[in-house]
Nanobody, 126 residues
Framework: AMQPVESGGGSVQSGGSLRLSCQVS????????VGWFRQAPGKEREGVAV???????AYADSVKGRFAISQDKAKSTVFLQMNSLRPNDTAVYYC????????????????????WGQGTQVTVSS
């Protein structure tokens, strides 16, 4: 399995939108969890959204109603649509893949994931 590869980061003004993509190849292509995490300067890494091979999802409270995670299994790609972006969404966003785990648990435990991308910067200006 290859390392996840993120793309789509960039700079946007407050209220704007970005869509992140993650080309991912889980070790188990039929039972997996893929998640988006982010880390802002001086802060701990936090879970943003996860999706499983069964299309179950979970979101951090801070992004519910603004972000949406989805996947195109045929293209081995997971997306994170980010709308109504705020300055405090500024962070490096990481894509991660791992074995099938309850989504709400995976969101809280980054150790659930064993494949990590290099990250992509998202900057939201006010």
């Amino acid at each position: 399995a290859m390392q996840p590869v993120e793309s789509g980061g960039g700079s946007v003004q407050s209220g704007g939108s970005l869509r992140l993509s993650c080309q991912v190849s889980p070790y188990n292509p039929t039972k997996y969890t893929v998640g988006w995490f982010r880390q802002a300067p001086g802060k701990e890494r936090e879970g943003v959204a996860v999706i499983t091979s069964a299309d179950l999802t979970a979101y951090a409270d801070s992004v519910k109603g603004r972000f949406a995670i989805s996947q195109d299994k045929a293209k081995s790609t997971v997306f994170l649509q980010m709308n109504s972006l705020r300055p405090n969404d500024t962070a490096v966003y990481y894509c991660a893949a791992g074995p099938l785990v309850l989504p709400s648990l995976a969101l809280l435990l980054s150790t659930s994931f064993n494949q990590w991308g290099q990250g992509t910067q998202v900057t939201v200006s006010s």
